[in-house]
C-alpha cells in the first residue's frame, strides 16, 4: 500500500471553478506536507507546504491539514486552463527529513 | 535560466549497458537528491546527499551509484541497465536537507531498449 494516497486519481473543472484535492497518510511517522505542481513534461515545483494543524492561503490556492487523521487538502478558487497539470502530495516522516514520500498525484484539467 | 542542469535531457540505451546522468546545480544549496518517476509509479527517492556525503540511500541496487565531485554535483552512474530502469530521473537541491523545499532539475529521460 502507498504510504501516501491521494484522490481523485483525475479531476475536471470549468474555469473560473473550484478545485478540491485530497492527500492521506497511512504512516502515523508522517510529519509535514507539501504539495507539488507538475506541468506535462516539465519537473514538479514547489506549490505550497503545511506543518500545522489548520489552514494556509496563498493567493487562489488554500491547504488545510488534520495532523490526528494524517489528511492534508488543497483548493484551487478560480481555476484557470494553466492550473492543468499533475498535483503531487509529499510527505516527510519523522527522524528522516532528507526523503520525500510522494503520491500517485492528481490530475487536473481545467476546462476553457 | 535553469539552475539544476541535468545532462543529457534524453538518454537511449541498450541493457546491459553503462551511463551516467549529470547533475549541476547554481542555488548555493548543500543538499542534494535523486528522484525517478516511471509510468504508474509515485516520484520515487532514491539517494540523498548533504555536504557531499551520501545521507541515505534507498535503492536496493548496487547498479545505482551517485558520485559527488564537487559540492554543486550529484551525477548518478547506472551500471548493466535493464528495461526497468526506464524512466525520468530528477536531481534535486535544498538548502540544508531539513524540512526545505526542494526544487528539481528539468530531469533526464531514459529509455533502455
Known amino acids: 500500500q502507498q504510504k501516501v494516497q491521494q484522490s481523485p486519481e483525475s479531476l475536471i473543472v470549468p474555469e473560473g471553478g473550484m478545485a478540491s484535492l485530497n492527500c492521506t497518510s497511512s504512516d502515523r511517522n508522517v510529519d509535514y506536507f507539501w504539495w507539488y505542481r507538475q506541468h506535462s513534461g516539465k519537473s514538479p515545483k514547489m506549490l505550497m507546504?503545511?506543518?500545522?494543524?489548520g489552514e494556509k492561503e496563498e493567493g487562489r490556492f488554500t491547504v488545510h491539514l488534520n495532523k490526528a487523521s494524517l489528511h492534508t487538502s488543497l483548493h484551487i478558487r478560480d481555476s484557470q486552463p494553466s492550473d492543468s497539470a499533475l498535483y503531487l502530495c509529499a510527505a516527510s516522516m519523522t527522524g528522516n527529513t532528507r526523503k520525500l514520500i510522494f503520491g500517485l498525484g492528481t490530475t487536473l484539467q481545467v476546462q476553457p | 535560466d535553469p539552475k539544476i542542469i541535468q545532462k543529457p535531457k534524453y538518454l537511449v540505451a541498450v541493457t546491459g549497458s553503462e551511463k551516467i546522468l549529470i547533475c549541476e546545480q547554481y542555488l548555493g544549496h548543500n543538499a542534494m537528491y535523486w528522484y525517478r518517476q516511471s509510468a504508474k509509479k509515485p516520484l520515487e527517492f532514491m539517494f540523498s546527499y548533504s555536504y557531499q556525503k551520501l545521507m541515505d540511500n534507498q535503492t536496493a541496487s548496487s547498479r545505482f551509484q551517485p558520485q559527488s565531485s564537487k559540492k554543486n554535483h550529484l551525477d548518478l552512474q547506472i551500471t548493466a541497465l535493464k528495461p526497468d530502469d526506464s524512466a525520468t530521473y530528477f536531481c534535486?537541491?535544498?538548502?540544508?536537507?531539513?524540512?526545505?523545499?526542494?526544487?528539481f532539475g528539468s530531469g533526464t529521460r531514459l529509455t533502455v531498449l
Open positions: 534535486a537541491s535544498s538548502q540544508q536537507g531539513g524540512q526545505e523545499t526542494l526544487y
Open positions: 507546504s503545511i506543518f500545522s494543524n
